[in-house]
């Protein structure tokens, strides 16, 4: 998994996270506030896309973590070939892993670029929590 870099363009940037909730064992959730006014006021005015996008990572990334006959026979499959089948194919949770990456970057593109507004990606830091990262006031 490759880093997310970017320039310093010397302006100052916070950050605010919408952690994990591990209290749901059997899927992936994000604790998300419930209202705009929990959130830092650069941000309050997209809270509603904020939380759409999160809970569209919440069912991309339990989609990919859930078990189906395909998983399984490829992880069969993959076994019965010393894993030279990985090689060839992309697995589940790498299908969906890409279009969580292609659904955060539309949005940052279409929908924060002027705000200067950017999600980064969960996996990065092991799907812990998404981090918002917005100029400071």
Not at 44 to 71: G, N, V, W
Not at 88 to 97: A, G, R, S
Request: aromatic share 10%; charged share 20%; net charge negative.
């Amino acid at each position: 998994m490759a880093h997310e870099l970017h320039p310093l363009d010397g302006s100052q940037t916070e950050k605010y996270f919408i952690l994990r909730d591990y209290s749901i064992n059997d899927k992936i959730a994000f604790t998300f506030p419930n209202s705009a006014s929990e959130l830092p006021v650069p941000l309050r005015s997209y809270y509603t896309q904020l939380k759409d996008i999160t809970t569209q990572m919440e069912t991309i990334y339990s989609s990919a973590e859930a078990a189906s006959t395909a998983t399984y026979c490829q992880g069969c499959i993959a076994c019965l070939t010393g894993y030279i089948l990985l090689w060839c194919i992309n697995t589940q949770y790498e299908k969906y892993q890409h279009e969580a990456e292609v659904l955060l970057e539309k949005e940052n593109i279409s929908t924060f670029k002027g705000s200067q507004i950017h999600i980064r990606n969960p996996c990065n830091n092991g799907l812990r929590c998404i981090e918002v990262i917005y100029p400071k006031c």
